[in-house]
C-alpha cells in the first residue's frame, strides 16, 4: 500500500449539521471534538472536515475570505489544533478541504480587484475580460444562469459558481504560490490529508471558447483541462516533504472513472471520489460494470478505488435508491427536465445531476425500500478493495429531507435556479443524536433552532435511538466496520468475481470472504455460489439459510479470512 489512506474508511464531517457546541444553531469544531468518541466507536480510520474558514456562508463555506483561518461561528484556529490533538489521541485521522478554484467576493484579493483598473494586476489574479454587453463566452455557471457577471466598468468576471465564488486565475504565479503557502500552513499545523475542492475546475481552456452544447453536463469545456494535472504535482512534492506521509483526494465530478484516474497517477493525488460508483444506478449488472472499470482505471495507474455513496451535494442514498418510481421525474428532487427554462439550463444540468431518478412520492413503501439497498450498499462499500467514504448520517440511514420550507432553503442551487431546482439543503439536515423532538440534541439545551430545520418524525433515527438496537443502521455499520478491521482478507487489493444469476453480484477476496448483492426483487438461492463460509453479516434480515432476500447484501467470513 503507498498510503494509509489506500484501504481507510473515512467519514465526511459536513460541519455545520454535525454538532453544536455553543448552541447558536449551527454546529462547529467545538461539537465535532465533543463527538469523537462516537467516531471511534462507529470504527472509521479518519474524517474529512468541510470548510470551517471564514466565509459569508453563501456557498455553505465553500466561499473563503481567509484561507489561514477560522469562521467565528465555527470555532478558532487554536480549537483546530485541539481537534487535531484529540483525535491523533484515537487514532483517527484528519483531513481538511481546501477550495482553490475560487474565493468569496468578500475576498481580500478580491476585493482588491474590484477598486483596481480593468488591466491591473489585482484583476489577474483572476478571470476578468473586457466585453460588451454580452458576456466573453456562453459558459453557464454549475449553479444555474451565465457564468459571467459584469461590473459597472465594463469587465466581466467568471465565476463557475455563483457570482459571489469568482474563479482564480491559475496561469498567475501569485495564486500558484498563495496554494502551496495554504497548503503548508494546514500540513504545518499537523492536519493529515487534503480534499481538493472542484479539483478538475483551475485551468480554464486557452481562449476560453464557447461551450458548444452549453446546457449539457458533458459539455463544459472549463472542466479537466490538462493543465491542472502540473498543479498537483507541484503539490505532491510539498506533501511529500512532510512526515509521516500526507495525503490528497480529488472531487472532480467527471463521468468517466478513466478521467478520474488520471488525478492519481504516480506523483499527483492519492484518491479521487468515486463518482460513478455514486450514481450507478440500482442494478447487479450495472453496479458490477461500475465496479471492473474503476478497479481497472485505478490498476492502470497503480491505485485502489474510492467508494463513495454519499456526499453532501448528492440526495441521501436510502433516498436515491428508493424503489418503485418512473426514472427521472425525481418529485420533490428536482424539477422534470421539461420544467427547465432555457436561461435555467445550467441549473437543470446540476439537477439532473444531483438529483435521484426515482419519484418519491412512492411513499412509506419506497423509503423503506431505499433504506434497506442503502444498507446493503453499505455492505458492499465495505467490501470492495480501496477506501470507502461515510457521508456523515448515512451511518442512521437519514432520508433526504424533501419537504424543507422555501424560506429554510439556503442552497444558491434553489435561489438562482429561481426555485426550480431544489438544490442540496435536503442532504445537509443537522444530525438527531437523541430525543424525540427537534433538535434532538443537536445542540445543548435552550439552543437557537438549528440552521435547516429538522423534521417532526426524526426521532427513531436518532443515534441514541440506534445505539442498543442490534437491527438498527448504525449497528450494522458499526458491525461492519468492526468486521472490515478483524478481516485481513479484506485489506489486500484482490478481487474474484463469482458466477451469479443475473440479478446477483458476488466476489471473494483474499482466502475466507465473500460478499454477496442481491438488486432483484425476489429472493435468490445461493447453492451455486461457492463461498467460503458462513453467513456472518447480512444488512437486513435473512430468515432461510442459503436463501438472499430481495434488496440484501451479505457477508460469508471463513476461518481464513482473519490470518
Ligand atoms: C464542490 C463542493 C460543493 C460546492 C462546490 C463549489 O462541488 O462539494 O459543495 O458547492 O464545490 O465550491
Known sequence: MASWADDAVIYQVYVRSFADSDGDGTGDLEGVRSRLDYLVDL?????????????????????VTDYRDVDPQLGTLAGVGALLRDAHARGLRVIVD??????????????????????????????????????????????????WTRLPDGDWYLHLFAPEQPDLNWENPEVRAEFVDILRFWLDLGVDGIRVDVAHGLVKPPGLPD??????????????????????????????????????VAEARLRDIERTARYVRPGELDQAFNFEFLWAPWSASRIRA????????????????????????????????????????????????????????????MAT???????????????????????????????????AYIYQGDELGLPQVTDLPDAARQDPVWRRSGGRAPGRDGCRVPMPWAGQEPPYGFGPPGSAPPWLPQPPLWGHLSVAAQHGDPGSVLSLYRAALRLRRETKALHGPQL???????????????AGFACVLNTGSTAVRLEQLDLPGPLTLASSPVEQEGVLPPDTAAWFVGGTAAQ
Open 43 to 63: 470504527g472509521v480510520d479518519a474524517i474529512w472536515v468541510t470548510p470551517f474558514f471564514p466565509s459569508p456562508m453563501v456557498d455553505g463555506g465553500y466561499d
Open 98 to 147: 481546501v477550495v482553490p478554484n475560487h474565493t468569496s467576493d468578500q475576498h481580500p484579493w478580491f476585493r482588491q480587484a474590484l477598486s483596481a483598473p480593468p488591466g491591473s494586476a489585482a484583476r489577474d489574479r483572476y478571470v476578468f475580460r473586457a466585453g460588451g454587453t454580452e458576456p466573453p463566452n456562453n459558459w453557464l455557471s454549475v449553479f444555474g444562469g451565465p457564468a
Open 211 to 248: 461551450a458548444p452544447y452549453p446546457g449539457e453536463r458533458g459539455n463544459r469545456p472549463y472542466f479537466d483541462q490538462e493543465g491542472v494535472h502540473a498543479i498537483y504535482r507541484e503539490w505532491r512534492r510539498v506533501l511529500d516533504a512532510y512526515q509521516p506521509p500526507r495525503i490528497m
Open 290 to 349: 461500475v465496479v471492473e472499470r474503476s478497479l481497472a482505471a485505478m490498476a492502470a495507474v497503480g491505485r485502489l478505488p474510492t467508494w463513495v455513496i454519499g456526499n453532501h451535494d448528492e440526495v441521501r442514498v436510502a433516498s436515491r435508491l428508493a424503489a418503485g418510481a418512473p426514472a427521472a421525474t425525481a418529485a420533490g428532487l428536482a424539477p422534470t427536465a421539461a420544467g427547465c427554462a432555457p436561461h435555467a439550463a445550467g441549473a437543470c444540468a
Open 353 to 387: 445531476e444531483w438529483s435521484t431518478g426515482d419519484d418519491l412520492a412512492a411513499g412509506a413503501k419506497a423509503a423503506a425500500t431505499g433504506l434497506r439497498r442503502a444498507r446493503a450498499m453499505a455492505l458492499l462499500s465495505l467490501a470492495l478493495p480501496g477506501s
Open 496 to 510: 474474484t468475481w463469482l458466477n451469479a444469476p443475473e440479478q446477483v453480484l458476488a466476489f471473494t477476496r483474499e
